[in-house]
């Protein structure tokens, strides 16, 4: 008996855009994901460009990594995820959506990102530490761009640091969603999510 999810394919999401922001049914995820919301955020800052490389830290369900890559012509990105459950399931979602474009690495970022080419573009989700955070900043090329969240408030205040250091944008990202409440419907916040954003 299979338990997998069925998910909706690429041809029964078809949009008009190759915008970033499908819906989170798209991806088979754990719920740990960057929601459509946030992704959506976190791409005004990023920018996909054609043939750009994005550092996708702490990759989850790989949904910006796969993102980026539909969003602009030759896009590549690599995906770095400690936890090899989430590795496996973010290969399945490369694999139905921009397969050969986005390569997983299964372990902990801090060990790999030196031997990696130079990005385009950071974006961190998971796994921010001094460490991380400032050999991102270091291998990030001129003019790249990087995106940040936290949830926990120390994470939070890694990136007001980064935020007094670099500059850019901090900010604070809540969301509330309707919900069925008995007969009616009611606002739902999920847990609000600190950004920081800057290019090098």
Known sequence: MNDAPILPGPGELVERSLLPGLPDEAFEHDGLITKRHQRATAFAFLRPAARELLWDIGTGSGAM?????RAASGAQAIGLERNPERAARARRNVERWTPGRVRI?????????????????????????DEVLDACWAALRPGGRVVAHGVTLETEALLAERYRSHGGSLARLSIETAEPLGR???WVPAR?????ACHK
């Open 65 to 69: 990594a796969i993102e980026w890559c």
């Open 184 to 186: 009616f419907h009611g």
């Open 192 to 196: 609000p999510v600190t950004q920081w």
């Open 105 to 129: 690495i299964e372990g902990a970022a801090s060990d790999a990102l030196a031997a990696l080419p130079s990005p385009d573009a950071v974006f961190l989700g998971g796994g921010v530490t």
